[in-house]
């Protein structure tokens, strides 16, 4: 599908895709592509190799994790596809592309309109697991990708607020009820694996809430001085005592990358900062940064 555009019915060099998703939870592609009606153009959905792999282990990957799905004429030029709430995408980053032919090279589609007023008030009275979310985006380089993240129990951050040098976040779980010994803990990354718990105020048997004190998450000995790299907590909330730990994260909208977006207010400790940030994973955490004068 790499031809020029010079004939009417000619292919295009970089098809156009509007996206939408409906109350159903189905991803509905409407793709502007001049071909003949006797085609039989497919959308394809690629899911990104972890990094690290060789060129061999990614072509291995490319052959075995896309989704495939027929694109349908829906009027002059134009071509639709669904892509059903079932089977979920796995978790991770889609390119989306067009192919036409068998053994035709695959051509990257570019972003359109992207309806997405389901997304934008959230899931948060939908308890149903495993929680699969889909959003389509533009990537940096300008073309159509979808952002999908799937997991069987979750806990979705919601509003935020801060006093002095604390923080207080509301969230809900998905696919786990509080319990007996609920808690809130927050692991410091690195080699020392450093853990803060928090108890945590329930209010509902989903719904909870918890207040971080900055100071609680100082490096421990004493603070590190100026130009020492930042400590970086990860928030998760254990629902009761025996189960395993859920991290907290912000999925359920129409914001595919959260942490150029959401940009919150650092606290000043002292030699230190701490702020809340939403990781490239859109989950919670807080970073705290030495100062200059520290």
Do not use: C
Request: proline share 7%; charged share 25%.
């Amino acid at each position: 599908m790499s031809g020029d555009n010079g004939g009417t019915n000619g292919p295009v060099e970089k098809p156009r895709a509007d996206t939408a998703v409906d109350g159903e939870g189905r991803f509905v592609v409407h793709v502007t592509l001049p071909l003949p009606a006797s085609a039989r153009p497919r959308l394809l959905l690629q899911l990104r190799p972890p990094k690290g792999q060789s060129k061999e282990q990614a072509d291995r990957w490319a052959e075995e994790s896309g989704r495939v799905v027929a694109l349908e004429p829906a009027g002059q030029d134009r071509w639709r596809a669904v892509l059903e709430a079932a089977p979920a995408l796995e978790e991770g980053r889609w390119d989306a592309y067009v192919l036409g032919a068998p053994g035709e090279e695959r051509v990257p589609l570019l972003p359109g309109l992207r309806d997405l007023r389901v997304l934008v008030s959230g899931a948060g009275d939908d308890p149903r697991t495993p929680l699969a979310v889909r959003i389509p985006y533009a990537t940096k380089d300008g073309r159509l990708a979808v952002r999908a993240w799937l997991r069987a129990t979750h806990a979705e951050a919601g509003r935020i607020d801060f006093s002095g040098s604390s923080m207080t976040v509301s969230a809900r779980l998905f696919g786990a009820r509080l319990g007996e010994g609920a808690a809130v803990s927050l692991h410091r990354r690195g080699p020392d694996g450093a853990e803060r718990q928090i108890a945590l105020r329930p209010e509902g048997d989903r719904d909870f809430a918890f207040t971080v004190d900055n100071r609680d998450l100082l490096a421990d000995g004493g603070q590190a001085g100026a130009g020492a790299a930042p400590a970086v907590w990860d928030v998760y909330v254990r629902p009761a005592a025996d189960v395993a730990r859920i991290r907290v994260a912000r999925l359920l909208d129409d914001v595919a990358d959260r942490k150029a977006v959401f940009v919150y207010p650092a606290a000043a400790l002292g030699g230190v900062t701490a702020r809340p940030y939403y990781t490239v994973d859109n989950d919670l955490a807080v970073e705290v940064t030495p100062t200059a004068g520290g």
